[in-house]
């Protein structure tokens, strides 16, 4: 069973990344938040194979909560979800310790594909980052 933390301040996205996620056998949302402080916080009680994090939360953001929680759970996997499409986005994400960043518009399309990419410790970017991208 691969266990899945979410967390987005908007409850009506959280319903729907879990309808999505709870749509595939064997996944299960372990979590959810509204913010990364509780993010960070369930993480570490729960103990995610995977993070959804939203990239802008209040409090704390996606991109510092995946970073604390990279730091208490080397192996879970992050992924970032995001109304940005830019390169700024995919930096930022991909330097906390994000293997996936993916618009919040196409995740009906995208949200699965990442999450099996990153359950094969891939990484998966969409839209995909111009060939001058480098990940920190």
Not at 87 to 94: C, G, I, K, L, Q
Request: some cysteine; proline content about 7%.
């Amino acid at each position: 069973m691969t266990r899945i933390l979410l967390a987005d301040d908007h409850v009506g996205v959280r319903r729907g990344l879990r309808r999505i996620l709870e749509g595939e056998a064997d996944w299960e949302v372990c979590a959810e938040a509204a913010d990364g402080e509780a993010a960070v916080a369930l993480a570490a009680r729960h103990r995610p194979d995977i993070a959804v994090l939203d990239f802008v939360m209040p409090g704390l953001d996606g991109i510092a909560a995946a970073r604390r929680i990279r730091a208490i759970l080397p192996d879970c996997e992050i992924a970032i979800v995001t109304m940005h499409a830019n390169d700024e986005v995919r930096r930022a994400a991909s330097a906390a310790g994000a293997k996936a960043c993916l618009l919040k518009s196409d995740a009906d399309h995208h949200l699965v594909p990442a999450v099996r990419a990153l359950m094969q410790k891939r990484p998966y970017f969409q839209p995909p980052p111009p060939q001058d991208f480098a990940a920190e």
